[in-house]
């Protein structure tokens, strides 16, 4: 007998409110979401469902790689998926042992785990710090105030933020927060219990802040010291968002003992994927094998699809040179982002990260700035760019950021800043 299947929902053309009714009617509200209803994109452009081209600087933050709509992305899902799309994790396919290739000459000899996003990469990460420590009775990893690494509730126990953790207690037990670049704190912050410490090379959500060279440094000697594993979270920063591959590798560029410095374990998604949800983590090799036949796994994890899509944003990346396209348009777009701070001190505090993942801190208190009183002035100025065609991302109450693709232009950087100085002058004056 056929099952019975009810009719598809008549598609809603153009119309914001009927897309609207439908999240409010059938989808957990459990974002808060700006009032646009995005259709369709092309490079470092989105279009909503009126016709209104933003200029996208959030990239679907840290997401999009190559823009939207990169025929490479498409022509790789396609050709992919005219072969093998899925198969699980029984069996051997080429594109997950290239890419753990990739990954592993990229960061440094060892061996990648493959999953679907950051939570859950990070949630490898604080398997491998348990099972590092187990048999000594050692379970603890230490992280720093402000940081963020994710929405599992492991994650929300090691992100550094309270209002993650509001309404979820009890937190997983096993986590403990320091202040961020305070390499005292995190000494004197180590247990009997403590097996590892977990980082981001730069704080995203937290504002935009990259830990010093000295603070990894003294991170490294300090896990080497009290036999600790140190474990990187690149999930946001990482994927030559700065210009490098990972962001501590770009913070140690030219620095003393900077390009031998390797962490023991490392956290990636976003960018890895363009869109395409992949996540994974490397280790160092000493530690590779801790997680042996039967201890940690998923079903989607290091798909053939997702694999050679991500083979292929890593062969765009190096043909296209966009390691030096982040560098060039970064280094313009951030002294432009500067000019705005000197001229307009009212508003703007100053401009903190590195290449092309970007936070602009805003005044505690903006005169004149529209918009409900009772929401935060990032929030408040980001419908101001709205309005005026650009997306960015907030980070906090004070601070936008930009995570735009990585093949953005010039011109589209001065497009963005002449958009923020036409918002800036119109709040100003
Ligand atoms: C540093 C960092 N770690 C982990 C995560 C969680 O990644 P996902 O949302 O893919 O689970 C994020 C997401 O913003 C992040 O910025």
Not at 145 to 155: D, M, P
Not at 368 to 379: F, H, Q, R, T, W
Request: include cysteine; charged fraction near 20%; hydrophobic fraction near 40%.
């Amino acid at each position: 007998m056929k099952e019975w299947v009810s009719p598809p929902p008549p598609i809603v053309r153009n119309d914001v409110a009927a897309v609207q009714a439908l999240f409010e009617k059938h989808v957990i509200p459990s974002y808060g979401r700006f009032e646009l209803v995005l259709s369709h994109g092309s490079g470092s452009y989105v279009h909503d469902i009126a016709g209104k081209r933003y200029l996208d600087l959030g990239g679907g933050i840290a997401v999009t790689t190559l823009g939207h709509a990169h025929p490479a992305i498409t022509e790789a899902l396609i050709e992919q998926s005219r072969r093998l799309v899925h198969i699980s994790n029984l069996y051997y396919h080429e594109p997950q042992g290239r890419l753990a290739q990739a990954l592993t000459t990229l960061i440094g000899h060892g061996k990648c785990f493959f999953a679907n996003s950051g939570g859950e990469a990070n949630e490898g990460l604080f398997k491998l710090a348990r099972k590092f420590g187990h048999d000594e009775g050692r379970f603890e990893v230490l992280t720093t105030f402000n940081s963020f690494h994710g929405r599992t509730l492991a994650g929300i126990a090691a992100t550094g933020q309270d209002k993650v953790k509001k309404g979820f207690e009890p937190m997983v037990p096993g986590f403990r927060q320091v202040p961020h670049g305070d390499l005292e704190a995190m000494r004197t912050a180590i247990s009997p219990a403590t097996a590892a410490i977990l980082i981001e090379g730069i704080q995203g959500e937290g504002g935009v802040t990259p830990a010093t060279p000295d603070y990894l440094l003294g991170l490294r000697r300090l896990c080497d010291e009290k036999k600790l594993l140190l474990m990187m979270d690149e999930v946001q920063g990482g994927h030559f968002r700065t210009g490098r591959f990972h962001s501590y590798q770009r913070i140690l560029e030219g620095v003393a003992g900077g390009e031998t410095f390797l962490p023991d374990a490392v956290s990636m998604a976003k960018s890895l994927g363009g869109g395409f949800p992949i996540g994974a983590f490397w280790v160092r090799a000493p530690y590779a094998d801790l997680l042996g036949a039967g201890t940690h796994g998923t079903t989607y994890g290091g798909s053939p699809l997702g694999c050679a899509v991500a083979l292929k944003i890593l062969e765009v990346i190096r043909n296209e040179d966009l390691a030096g396209n982040v560098r060039r348009v970064g280094d313009f777009f951030r002294s432009g982002l500067e000019s705005l701070v000197a001229k307009y001190p009212t508003l703007f505090r100053q401009v903190r990260g590195l290449g092309l993942m970007l936070g602009l801190e805003l005044a505690p208190e903006i005169p004149n700035l529209p918009g409900d009183s009772s929401k935060s002035v990032a929030l408040r100025f980001l419908l101001g760019l709205h309005a005026a065609g650009l997306l960015a991302v907030p980070a906090g109450a004070q601070v936008i950021r930009f995570l735009p693709a990585l093949n953005l232009r010039q011109d589209e950087a001065a497009e963005a800043l002449k958009i923020l100085e036409t918002t800036a002058g119109r709040i100003a004056s």
